[in-house]
């Protein structure tokens, strides 16, 4: 198992990457400082939508409403979050570059039903599970959080903004072609992109803006937040325990909080977390423990093939 780390620099700034040493919840990077940087472990992958989706997996229908709670025990595991993850990075390993983007389709299309098929019991929907099963080659006209889940090895890979989005509606509409479908997948991409190309927090809050108004906080809406699994009411959410975290673990830990559907949402956070703060190496070493030799290959040849740019 190995693993290409890069070191990223960040002068500090209250905007852009807060200071996390005194927080007691923080051991997200590891750092050091002096007055100047702070230096944060980054890893070029989709690791924080993994992390989401296997911390997330024993409360998706045991809600726990606290950020109160062990990140990793024996009764997790990755579901179809993660393998779909997995998938759509297959997908990408097969090009340097895309631009004949019905040509990726039709590859995203077989990588999806050729590991979907092999993990059939991790917990997909049902209209999904029978798109995989019977190897369909048109969408459903869906507008699940599965587009938005599925979609973060396409931030990583994706050399613009405008790619990012390209390549997430390419992402998405395989299965995903209602409007709301592709916006919660263009959303999470784009975010991404932004996060880890240097993106202020209020950036990233002016640029979702375009996507969805989020005018709730998660105490608000931690009561009464039920099981939702559409992108228009789970994605918001998910943004929004992003933009009230102080690290990466805080972010995972705000959107186990609010409930409803944990592993989604958490992988959803999770994969815009990890581009603006970054993973510590034991949080990422831990997740992909879980991880079965075939999936961890196209993890390590995902994190092989991409660059932080």
Same mark, same amino acid.
């Given at each position: 198992?190995?693993?290409?780390?890069?070191?990223?620099?960040?002068?500090?700034?209250?905007?852009?990457?807060?200071?996390?040493?005194?927080?007691?919840?923080?051991?997200?990077?590891?750092?050091?400082?002096?007055?100047?940087?702070?230096?944060?472990?980054?890893?070029?992958?989709?690791?924080?939508?993994?992390?989401?989706?296997?911390?997330?997996?024993?409360?998706?229908?045991?809600?726990?409403?606290?950020?109160?709670?062990?990140?990793?025990?024996?009764?997790?595991?990755?579901?179809?979050?993660?393998?779909?993850?997995?998938?759509?990075?297959?997908?990408?390993?097969?090009?340097?570059?895309?631009?004949?983007?019905?040509?990726?389709?039709?590859?995203?299309?077989?990588?999806?039903?050729?590991?979907?098929?092999?993990?059939?019991?991790?917990?997909?929907?049902?209209?999904?599970?029978?798109?995989?099963?019977?190897?369909?080659?048109?969408?459903?006209?869906?507008?699940?959080?599965?587009?938005?889940?599925?979609?973060?090895?396409? *931030?990583?890979? $994706?050399?613009?903004?405008?790619?990012? =989005?390209?390549?997430? +509606?390419? &992402? #998405? !509409?395989?299965?995903?072609?209602?409007?709301?479908?592709?916006?919660?997948?263009?959303?999470?991409?784009?975010?991404?992109?932004?996060?880890?190309?240097?993106?202020?927090?209020?950036?990233?809050?002016?640029?979702?803006?375009?996507?969805?108004?989020?005018?709730?906080?998660?105490?608000?809406?931690?009561?009464?937040?039920?099981?939702?699994?559409?992108?228009?009411?789970?994605?918001?959410?998910?943004?929004?325990?992003?933009?009230?975290?102080?690290?990466?673990?805080?972010?995972?830990?705000?959107?186990?909080?609010?409930?409803?559907?944990?592993?989604?949402?958490?992988?959803?956070? *999770?994969?815009? $977390?990890?581009?603006?703060?970054?993973? =510590?190496?034991?949080? +990422?070493? &831990? #997740? !992909?423990?879980?991880?079965?030799?075939?999936?961890?290959?196209?993890?390590?040849?995902?994190?092989?093939?991409?660059?932080?740019?």
């Amino acid at each position: 198992m190995s693993f290409k780390i890069r070191h990223k620099r960040y002068k500090k700034s209250p905007d852009k990457r807060p200071n996390q040493f005194n927080n007691p919840l923080y051991y997200g990077c590891k750092v050091t400082q002096d007055l100047a940087t702070i230096i944060f472990l980054e890893v070029n992958t989709m690791t924080g939508a993994i992390i989401g989706d296997i911390v997330g997996s024993r409360f998706e229908f045991h809600n726990h409403k606290s950020k109160e709670f062990t990140l990793f025990t024996p009764c997790c595991f990755f579901t179809d979050d993660t393998v779909m993850t997995l998938a759509v990075a297959k997908a990408l390993n097969e090009y340097e570059t895309i631009t004949d983007y019905d040509d990726f389709k039709m590859t995203l299309i077989k990588s999806m039903h050729e590991i979907g098929n092999h993990y059939p019991n991790c917990g997909y929907g049902g209209r999904f599970y029978g798109w995989i099963r019977n190897r369909r080659t048109t969408p459903y006209n869906s507008y699940g959080n599965g587009s938005a889940m599925r979609v973060s090895p396409v *931030g990583w890979y $994706a050399k613009s903004l405008d790619e990012a =989005e390209r390549l997430a +509606k390419a &992402t #998405a !509409v395989v299965t995903h072609n209602h409007p709301e479908g592709i916006k919660g997948a263009v959303s999470v991409a784009g975010a991404i992109y932004l996060a880890r190309t240097g993106s202020t927090m209020n950036e990233l809050r002016k640029y979702v803006s375009r996507f969805y108004k989020i005018d709730f906080t998660l105490n608000r809406i931690r009561p009464t937040y039920g099981f939702h699994e559409t992108c228009q009411d789970s994605v918001p959410e998910a943004f929004e325990a992003f933009f009230e975290s102080v690290s990466f673990e805080d972010a995972i830990r705000n959107a186990i909080s609010i409930g409803g559907d944990s592993d989604t949402i958490a992988a959803i956070t *999770g994969s815009v $977390a990890e581009a603006f703060y970054g993973v =510590e190496n034991k949080l +990422k070493e &831990t #997740a !992909v423990s879980y991880l079965d030799e075939r999936l961890l290959k196209i993890y390590n040849e995902f994190n092989n093939k991409t660059e932080v740019k």
